[in-house]
């Protein structure tokens, strides 16, 4: 005689050979070919595309691309004073350095890990542990682009703003005021410009900087009375940033308007030809 069985196992086994019956191997078939039916239309979409083509994938790929982190979380501001352009480098030309030993290379690939996050403080200690194994590396064009970005988010930032601009003026002079005259140029009325303007306007903090930063620097604060003063050493010192102001200044366009303008003439002539023989114009 079979042992009794306890009602939870009878319902077990009862569900189990129910499965095993006939009847319900073929309506289980029936079954699984309705769920690969359906299965195949929820995959392939209304629109009988491939996966991930449909209005769905779209949404998908949008809020993708929204989560991803901005370049910066403030907005761009205006160029202010003279529209000229000024790139963060010596010149407008693109500048490329190389890490010098494994260990800088190591250091610029921990920035930009911590920067591709937009991590303000990782970026910064990466940076700052940088400028003491190999500052050339601050001369490069595309490393430069990222620090303005990252300046502007370290403005912003309770207890970095101090720590980015002494990077900047101390660890990494003098190409650290060259990202500094680009936010006075080209991000004006942001806080960071406003800082950096602050700054170069020290004497002993513009000296830091390249002879060319310096000329760029003086001739785009000076009053249009005190520009003239200040063409020959354009002429020594300059590069593309003050070339773009002389070019500026002399320009037929101006005349009339309330801005500064000079006629061509022997100096401001020989600032730019100089300039011009020196940079490869």
């Known amino acids: 005689m079979e042992a009794a069985r306890p009602p939870s196992q009878r319902s077990i086994d009862d569900a189990l050979d129910l499965a095993k019956s006939p009847a319900a191997i073929g309506l289980g078939a029936f079954g699984g070919l309705l769920l690969i039916v359906i299965g195949l239309a929820v ?16 949404v ?81 064009s595309d490393l430069k682009s990222d620090i303005v970005d990252l300046t502007q988010l370290a403005a912003k930032t309770p207890g970095l703003e101090g720590r980015m601009f002494a990077l900047l003026t101390e660890k990494a002079a003098p190409y650290g005021l060259d990202v500094l005259l680009y936010l006075v140029t080209n991000r004006g009325g942001s806080q960071a410009a406003d800082t950096a303007d602050k700054l170069l306007s020290q004497p002993d ?23 003239k003063d200040l063409f020959a050493r354009a002429g020594t010192d300059g590069d593309e940033r003050t070339l773009g102001q002389l070019q500026v200044l002399t320009k037929s366009s101006c005349r009339g308007r309330s801005v500064c303008c000079f006629e061509h003439g022997p100096e401001v002539d020989a600032a730019m030809g100089a300039i011009e023989a020196r940079v490869g114009r």
Request: glycine fraction near 10%; proline fraction near 10%.
């Open 43 to 58: 995959v392939r979409g209304p629109y009988g595309g491939a996966p991930g083509s449909g209005p769905a994938a779209s």
């Open 60 to 140: 998908s790929a949008d809020a993708g691309r929204s989560a991803r982190p901005a370049a910066s979380t403030e907005p761009e501001a205006e160029p202010s004073g003279d529209p000229v352009s000024i790139s963060p480098g010596p010149s407008a030309k693109p500048a490329h350095a190389k890490p010098s030993t494994a260990e800088a290379a190591d250091q610029l690939g921990a920035f930009r890990e911590r920067w591709k996050v937009r991590d303000a403080r990782g970026s910064l200690a990466a940076l700052e542990k940088l400028a003491e194994i190999d500052k050339e590396l601050f001369r490069d």
């Open 205 to 227: 903090v513009l000296a830091r900087g390249s002879k060319a930063m310096q000329i760029a620097f003086l001739l785009r604060k000076a009053p249009c009375e005190k520009k």
